[in-house]
């Protein structure tokens, strides 16, 4: 929607946007978010931090589980850019999904809100 740049760091906001598998329902769902990011050098990237309006991602969540459910499929069956709109091209690829994240040394993949909470019960209290 709107973008500002000042020196090494960026901020936009935009529409964060979930396809419908229902095709009787609205194309897509969206809610809004903030990013911000800074700059490295080098076409690379140092930071990047991302603010969700918490209220509109459970509820574009909710209606997503709907609609999947509605018309007989999962969301780990959707999980795919297969069902994007054309372009841009590095956007479009039959891969499985697999966040570099993922891989690196002591990352744990969180599904369940309380795997997060053993995850937090285990840091050291200050």
């Known amino acids: 929607n709107w973008y500002m740049i000042d020196g090494d760091r960026a901020v936009w ?3 964060n946007r ?3 598998p229902d095709p009787e329902g609205p194309a897509y769902f969206d809610f809004p978010g903030l990013s911000v990011a800074r700059y490295a050098g ?3 990237w140092s930071y990047e931090e991302d603010y969700w309006d918490l209220k509109g991602a459970r509820e574009t969540a909710r209606l997503y589980a ?3 459910a509605k018309t007989g499929t999962t969301f780990e069956q959707r999980m795919t ?12 690829h039959d891969a499985p999904p697999d966040p570099s994240w993922l891989h690196l040394p002591g990352v744990r993949r969180i599904t369940k809100p309380r795997e ?3 995850i ?4 050291p209290k200050d």
């Not at 850019?81 to 590095?90: A, K, S, V």
């Open 13 to 15: 906001h935009m529409e």
């Open 18 to 20: 979930r396809d419908n």
């Open 42 to 44: 080098d076409g690379r």
């Open 66 to 68: 709907e609609a999947c």
């Open 81 to 92: 850019r297969r069902h994007w709109p054309e372009g841009p091209d590095f956007a479009r």
């Open 116 to 118: 997060l909470r053993e």
């Open 120 to 123: 937090l019960a285990e840091l």
